[in-house]
């Protein structure tokens, strides 16, 4: 089902003939496409809104009738409550996939469909899509969990001493215990130890690190703290434009100032310094631009950034007083051999004193992604550079708030810093393990640019990293009068369509954010081989018939 405001009055349109089942009285069915989330009598062209108002709208709906008729008024209505909560929009887990379920629970059903299974190809969450766990990573977190276990001869000796070594530091032994509301002090200083050795050995201080809740928690904790001013001193947020909708998301919610700088697609997603010199300048017009976030390797578009380009951005950093946030959760994922991962902290420290003392970097890192893929441990953590201790102690407030990030998370971080060695009982194991993960990621990055290579009508740069592939797609004029006619983006309708004719589900590019006139669709290079073999053959069939259709 899908809902819709008219007039002041609620309104209700069916998606399936299943759910198709709600009162008469005040509500009413309405003629528009079932993934349109406006009604079209009163604003044609409104954009089609993303997840908060179906999902949401829809439960909410249930509980306000009572045998077909309204209960008493709510106190929380869709009127009175945080109106940033409603603007917010997160599309990677969109209407798109709520319907991708959907089709999956009426294949189980045995209703008959052009395909045969749902491939999800929306959000990068590898386990899901078939990636095996990493062995050393599970026996240790078990450890922690289950530390009975530690008696079992079926762990190798280095997991039971990593596990120790995390429960000596949990209050009361514990991973079930509240830990520091930064984190567990020996898990800081290997995450210390591992940015040391990852950049060359300039030094990093565990002080200067914070555990999280997956790479999220720190991306709004770091917003929530530079958000201030009203009207045209409002801070204002630099974001990448296609991003990943993290960033739109929490820059709605907190009512920030979202300042868009486009990537340049023609350039392999490139970071271009008079584009963010532009966007910059044309900000200040209406806010206060104090933030500038870094997407490296970059989600949705792949692409990994040149160590002279980070250079360019620090600089620019310094020279126009912004504060840098760099999201680095792809670190791993560099597949293209002429390209190589550079952190923001190590360039900005060989830049030397000038920068190194004065620019204020906050960078992320996760445990959902590399090799791990370990999402839904919720693990993760950042580390600030330059920042004022006074300000350190507000962060440091602000996060003991929430009292700390999930200890399995934290423990799960921990392992992924402080790996087996060479010499290790478990060092072949996990190598071997990490680089068959890699490396397949790397074939099928190779294979996605291969297809849609090959496919007229869809441009595709290389994936050089990250997870994603974020190709530009040709969309016949026709094809764009009649999504407009539906109340739709014209990539949702190539969305929409291809989904429920091939069970393929991607994700829009307007979730994203992209150049006006422009139309992409984000998917993930997550699938196993074969599976995103015939994925990648479907659609550029689909598209190619799609194109046809509607020349
Ligand atoms: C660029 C980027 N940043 C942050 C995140 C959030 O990751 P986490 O699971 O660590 O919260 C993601 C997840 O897909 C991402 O793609």
Same mark, same amino acid.
């Given at each position: 089902?899908?809902?819709?405001?008219?007039?002041?009055?609620?309104?209700?349109?069916?998606?399936?003939?299943?759910?198709?089942?709600?009162?008469?009285?005040?509500?009413?069915?309405?003629?528009?496409?079932?993934?349109?989330?406006?009604?079209? *009598?009163?604003?044609?062209?409104? /954009?089609?809104?993303?997840?908060?108002?179906?999902?949401?709208?829809?439960?909410?709906?249930?509980?306000?009738?009572?045998?077909?008729?309204?209960?008493?008024?709510?106190?929380?209505?869709?009127?009175?409550?945080?109106?940033?909560?409603?603007?917010?929009?997160?599309?990677?887990?969109?209407?798109?996939?709520?319907?991708?379920?959907?089709?999956?629970?009426?294949?189980?059903?045995?209703?008959?469909?052009?395909?045969?299974?749902?491939?999800?190809?929306?959000?990068?969450?590898?386990?899901?899509?078939? @990636?095996?766990?990493?062995?050393?990573?599970?026996?240790? !977190?078990?450890?922690?969990?289950?530390?009975?276990?530690?008696?079992?001869?079926?762990?190798?000796?280095?997991?039971?001493?990593?596990?120790?070594?995390?429960?000596?530091? $949990?209050?009361?032994?514990?991973?079930?215990?509240?830990?520091? *509301?930064?984190?567990?002090?020996?898990?800081? @200083?290997?995450?210390?130890?591992?940015?040391?050795?990852?950049?060359?050995?300039? /030094?990093?201080?565990?002080?200067?690190?914070?555990? !999280?809740?997956?790479?999220?928690?720190?991306?709004? %904790?770091?917003?929530?703290?530079?958000?201030?001013?009203?009207?045209?001193?409002?801070?204002?947020?630099?974001?990448?434009?296609?991003?990943?909708?993290?960033?739109?998301?929490?820059?709605?919610?907190?009512?920030?100032?979202?300042?868009?700088?486009?990537?340049?697609?023609?350039?392999?997603?490139?970071?271009?310094?008079?584009?963010?010199?532009?966007?910059?300048?044309?900000?200040?017009?209406?806010?206060? =631009?104090?933030?500038?976030?870094?997407?490296? =390797?970059?989600?949705? %578009?792949?692409?990994?950034?040149?160590?002279?380009?980070?250079?360019?951005?620090?600089?620019?950093?310094?020279?126009?007083?912004?504060?840098?946030?760099?999201?680095?959760?792809?670190?791993?994922?560099?597949?293209?051999?002429?390209?190589?991962?550079?952190?923001?902290?190590?360039?900005?420290?060989?830049?030397?004193?000038?920068?190194?003392? %004065?620019?204020?970097?906050?960078?992320?890192?996760?445990?959902?992604?590399?090799?791990?893929?370990?999402?839904?441990?919720?693990?993760?953590?950042?580390?600030?550079?330059?920042?004022?201790?006074?300000?350190?102690?507000?962060? !440091?407030?602000?996060? #003991?708030?929430?009292?700390? *990030?999930?200890? =399995?998370?934290?423990?799960?971080?921990?392992?992924?810093?402080?790996? =087996?060695?060479?010499?290790?009982? #478990?060092?072949?194991?996990?190598?071997?393990?990490?680089?068959?993960?890699?490396?397949?990621?790397?074939?099928?990055?190779?294979? %996605?640019?291969?297809?849609?290579?090959? #496919?007229?009508?869809?441009? $595709?740069?290389?994936?050089?990293?990250?997870?994603? *592939?974020? /190709?530009?797609?040709?969309?016949?004029?026709?094809?764009?009068?009649?999504?407009?006619?539906?109340?739709?983006?014209?990539?949702?309708?190539?969305?929409?369509?291809?989904?429920?004719?091939?069970?393929?589900?991607?994700?829009?590019?307007?979730?994203?954010? @992209?150049?006006?006139?422009?139309?992409?669709?984000?998917?993930?290079?997550?699938?196993?081989?074969?599976?995103?073999?015939?994925?990648?053959?479907?659609?550029?069939?689909?598209?190619?018939?799609?194109?046809?259709?509607?020349?």
């Amino acid at each position: 089902m899908s809902f819709l405001r008219h007039c002041g009055v609620l309104k209700i349109t069916a998606v399936s003939s299943a759910s198709a089942l709600w009162p008469a009285g005040p509500w009413h069915r309405a003629t528009v496409h079932p993934f349109a989330r406006v009604c079209l *009598s009163c604003s044609p062209s409104l /954009p089609y809104r993303a997840f908060s108002e179906s999902q949401g709208l829809r439960d909410s709906l249930a509980a306000e009738m009572e045998n077909g008729t309204p209960k008493a008024e709510k106190i929380l209505t869709l009127e009175s409550m945080n109106q940033n909560v409603r603007k917010l929009e997160y599309a990677v887990r969109g209407p798109i996939v709520t319907r991708a379920m959907e089709l999956e629970k009426e294949l189980q059903q045995g209703v008959k469909k052009p395909f045969t299974e749902v491939i999800r190809a929306n959000i990068g969450d590898a386990h899901a899509m078939g @990636q095996k766990p990493l062995t050393f990573l599970r026996q240790v !977190t078990a450890l922690c969990l289950y530390p009975e276990m530690l008696n079992d001869n079926k762990f190798p000796e280095d997991s039971k001493q990593k596990a120790r070594r995390i429960l000596q530091a $949990c209050s009361g032994q514990s991973s079930g215990a509240y830990s520091a *509301s930064q984190g567990i002090e020996v898990i800081r @200083q290997d995450v210390a130890k591992f940015i040391e050795r990852r950049d060359g050995g300039i /030094p990093s201080n565990p002080d200067n690190i914070y555990l !999280t809740t997956g790479a999220s928690d720190g991306i709004v %904790t770091i917003i929530k703290l530079l958000i201030a001013g009203q009207g045209k001193s409002r801070t204002g947020i630099m974001i990448p434009i296609p991003q990943y909708p993290l960033y739109s998301a929490a820059i709605a919610e907190l009512d920030a100032v979202q300042v868009n700088y486009y990537l340049d697609e023609e350039n392999f997603w490139a970071l271009n310094i008079k584009e963010l010199r532009q966007s910059l300048h044309e900000a200040r017009k209406h806010c206060n =631009p104090k933030v500038l976030c870094i997407i490296n =390797p970059g989600n949705p %578009t792949g692409q990994v950034q040149s160590r002279k380009c980070i250079e360019d951005v620090i600089r620019f950093a310094a020279e126009e007083n912004l504060f840098l946030m760099a999201d680095e959760v792809y670190q791993d994922n560099v597949y293209a051999k002429d390209c190589a991962f550079h952190s923001f902290k190590k360039v900005l420290f060989e830049m030397g004193p000038k920068y190194s003392s %004065t620019v204020e970097l906050a960078s992320f890192h996760s445990v959902s992604k590399g090799f791990m893929g370990e999402c839904g441990f919720r693990g993760g953590y950042m580390e600030v550079i330059n920042m004022d201790p006074v300000v350190k102690q507000q962060l !440091t407030k602000l996060v #003991s708030v929430r009292l700390c *990030s999930p200890v =399995p998370g934290q423990a799960m971080m921990g392992v992924i810093v402080n790996p =087996p060695q060479p010499g290790d009982p #478990s060092y072949n194991q996990f190598n071997s393990e990490k680089l068959a993960v890699l490396n397949n990621l790397a074939e099928k990055a190779q294979m %996605t640019e291969k297809i849609f290579g090959q #496919s007229p009508g869809i441009y $595709c740069n290389p994936v050089q990293g990250a997870m994603y *592939s974020f /190709p530009r797609i040709e969309i016949p004029p026709k094809a764009v009068q009649e999504a407009k006619a539906q109340g739709l983006t014209p990539d949702m309708l190539f969305c929409i369509k291809l989904l429920e004719e091939t069970g393929i589900c991607v994700v829009p590019g307007s979730g994203f954010g @992209q150049r006006e006139g422009t139309y992409h669709f984000r998917m993930t290079i997550l699938p196993p081989t074969e599976k995103l073999k015939t994925l990648l053959q479907k659609l550029t069939q689909f598209h190619e018939k799609f194109v046809k259709e509607y020349s």
